[in-house]
């Protein structure tokens, strides 16, 4: 059977491979919980333990867990394999199980980013603070910790771009992701404050003013404080 590792983060997937392993949990348990996550993230971390208490894998589990690798090779973030298997150990270079801690803060380890994002759960604020030129995979990881709040309450009381200078983008593909970010989120933000001395985000106000839902204004890189007021009243 696979049981579902609990308490690991949101975009986090773990199971734990227990006796002998079938086809049919590969298809009523791991596949669809996998499908379900990817609903919500565009990449995942997957945490797969085979431990003291596994025996084996069925023929139809095997062929299943090699379609999954294929299907879904590029919505893998990281991956990590923790057992005590010498066949599986040797060509996959997994964790020994008694690792297991170090193997899901492996998983779990943020990548840096050219932007810092810090939601405030409790006031329903996301604030975004890029701080080199953003690429695609930046708004990938807004999106991962944006998209889980929405799916819970709906609406964001605010988001608040910081910035001392604007560092703009690395390609076209990125501004699209950009534009593709406000077009999902829009309407479910209330107000939409800048923090900045750059007179790029400056012009941008401007013209947010018109094509975006939210109520929006402009504050000085040094009044994050007074942005976060106005967003929660």
Known sequence: ?????????????GFEAVG??????YEKTLIPALEEALKKYDKINFLYLIGDNFKSFDLKAM??????????????????????????KNPTKAFDTENLQEA??????KRRANIHVELLKDEGIVILEPTKPLNQKDFEYVN????PYL????????????????PGWDSLASIKAHFEF???????TKKLAFVTDSSLITAFEHIAKFVVHPEVKEFDYNQLEEAIEWVKN
């Open 1 to 13: 059977m696979l049981k579902r590792v609990e308490n690991l983060e949101d975009d986090t997937l």
């Open 20 to 25: 002998e392993v079938t086809g049919e949990d």
């Open 63 to 88: 062929y299943d867990d090699s379609m999954v690798g294929v299907k879904h090779f590029f919505d893998f973030n990281k991956i990590a394999v923790v057992t005590n298997k010498d066949w599986i």
């Open 104 to 109: 899901i803060k492996c998983l779990q380890q």
């Open 144 to 147: 991962s910790i944006v998209n």
């Open 151 to 166: 799916e819970q309450h709906k609406e964001l009381k605010g988001v608040i771009i910081r910035t001392k200078q604007f």
């Open 182 to 188: 406000i077009k999902t989120h829009h309407e479910k």
